[in-house]
């Protein structure tokens, strides 16, 4: 059996030009802020949204003043920017939402402009100081480097490369893992960072393994996506497993994993009970099955597989 994601996932549509050749050409970047498209995050890194619409409340990027703004591209006639504004600057006229949620909302330019906003805001704002001479940094290059003035170290923002992996059984099952801080219901697909030194391959091995005590065959690259919140790149994966293989949770992250049924798996999508990092209602009745909000790559992984032939 195999099976393919039939899009990309939500984060990773983007298809603004970055335009990063611009990027050291300060004289064109001043002049492409003026009438220039304002992204604006708050203190949490939630964008800033027209009430009641699901996209993208942009401002004159004149609103910025004389903070720092970063250039996300440029579309041949506007340019994008994004900077981190307190809510008092913009009032009632926006609503903010979490890049898990308005990920899967926004159309394909806005959701990779939020996605590389919030990704390069948050390594903005952990990259303050030179990791060679602890100098403080300046920011360039459209604020897609650093520049130290003590030691003239240049940096650039990280990605950590992580694996999830769809383990199914090449037939009708599917395994799923419970973290240990999720609701009772909710499973998801396996995942865990790329250490030092490890291949991609590796690491879904080392991962499932560690995590569930199962063996895996057959992986398979699907898909990828950026997290950026706080800098992860999910490298998509399906791998299989023998189900009469006994499950083990030594390393302490997964409390249970369960084989669910392909019938069991639609039922919950089709429910769409979905969790989008709420806490656990204690008394609450859950369903059997509360799967990863549609913004994550698990969910559609786990999509493309449930509904595969
Ligand atoms: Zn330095």
Request: net charge negative.
């Amino acid at each position: 059996m195999t099976f393919e994601l039939p899009t990309p996932p939500p984060l990773s549509r983007a298809v603004l030009d970055r335009a990063a050749e611009l990027r050291d050409d300060q004289e064109m970047l001043t002049k492409l802020l003026d009438g220039g498209r304002l992204l604006v995050l708050d203190e949490h890194f939630r964008v800033a949204l027209r009430p009641g619409e699901s996209t993208i409340a942009w401002l004159d990027a004149a609103v910025a003043g004389s903070r720092f703004v970063s250039f996300l591209g440029y579309d041949g006639e506007t340019a994008y920017w994004a900077c981190r504004l307190d809510h008092e600057a913009l009032g009632d006229e926006v609503e903010w939402e979490h890049l898990r949620v308005a990920g899967s909302l926004l159309d394909d330019e806005e959701a990779g402009l939020f996605a590389t906003a919030a990704g390069l805001l948050a390594w903005q704002q952990r990259s303050r100081f030179c990791t060679n001479c602890g100098t403080r940094v300046d920011l360039t290059k459209g604020g897609w480097a650093t520049q130290c003035s003590g030691c003239d170290t240049e940096e650039y923002p990280r990605t950590d490369p992580a694996v999830i992996c769809l383990v199914h059984d090449g037939a009708d099952r599917v395994l799923l893992a419970r973290g240990t801080h999720w609701p009772r219901s909710r499973f998801s697909t396996i995942a865990g960072f790329v250490e030092t030194g490890e291949s991609l391959e590796a690491c879904v091995r080392r991962e499932i393994h560690e995590e569930v005590g199962v063996v895996v065959s057959d992986i398979r690259y699907l898909a990828s996506q950026p997290w950026p919140l706080p800098r992860s790149l999910m490298l998509g994966f399906a791998a299989k497993a023998d189900p009469a293989a006994e499950l083990n949770f030594a390393d302490g992250e997964i409390a249970e994993a369960r084989w669910f049924h392909r019938d069991e798996v639609r039922a919950a999508l089709e429910a769409a009970t979905i969790w989008n990092f709420g806490p656990d209602p204690e008394d609450a009745v859950l369903p059997d099955l509360i799967l990863s909000g549609r913004t994550s790559i698990a969910h559609h992984m786990i999509r493309a597989w449930a509904f595969s032939d």
